[in-house]
């Protein structure tokens, strides 16, 4: 299996951006669909962006289309989305998850491995 450590969150303003990074360990990181949801206080943990293994395929909630890119380095085994033009509704906790087997899927439940997930908050 795969372990998953998510970094790169913290308290940014409106308007800025952030750099998330999801480190695995335990398996080649080729191996796997990776992608980023995100849970909110008293809410369910949303679809944010997914990505193929080898990177040519990419997918995006709408809501952070045109300002979220994720992509990855397989020989770093290092996943990361990169948020632009942040707003205070991005405010939650962000979380890493892998695939093994099948495509790019927005289904929590499509996903076998997570990390412990990296506060990201936007002030207005």
């Known amino acids: 299996q795969v372990q998953l450590v998510e970094s790169g969150g913290g308290l940014v303003q409106a308007g800025d951006s952030l750099r998330l990074f999801c480190a695995a360990s335990?398996?080649?990181?080729?191996?796997?669909?990776m992608g980023w949801f995100r849970q909110a206080p008293g809410k369910e943990r949303e679809f944010v962006a997914a990505?193929?293994?080898?990177?040519?395929?990419?997918d995006y909630a709408d809501s952070v289309k045109g300002r979220f890119t994720i992509s990855r380095d397989n020989a770093k085994n290092t996943v990361y989305l990169q948020m632009n033009s942040l707003k205070p509704e991005d405010t939650a906790v962000y979380y890493c998850a892998a695939r093994r087997f099948g495509s790019e899927s927005q289904t929590y439940n499509d996903y076998n491995y997570w990390g412990q997930g990296t506060q990201v908050t936007v002030s207005s």
């Open positions: 335990g398996r080649t990181l080729s191996r796997y669909v």
């Open positions: 990505i193929s293994r080898n990177g040519d395929a990419t």
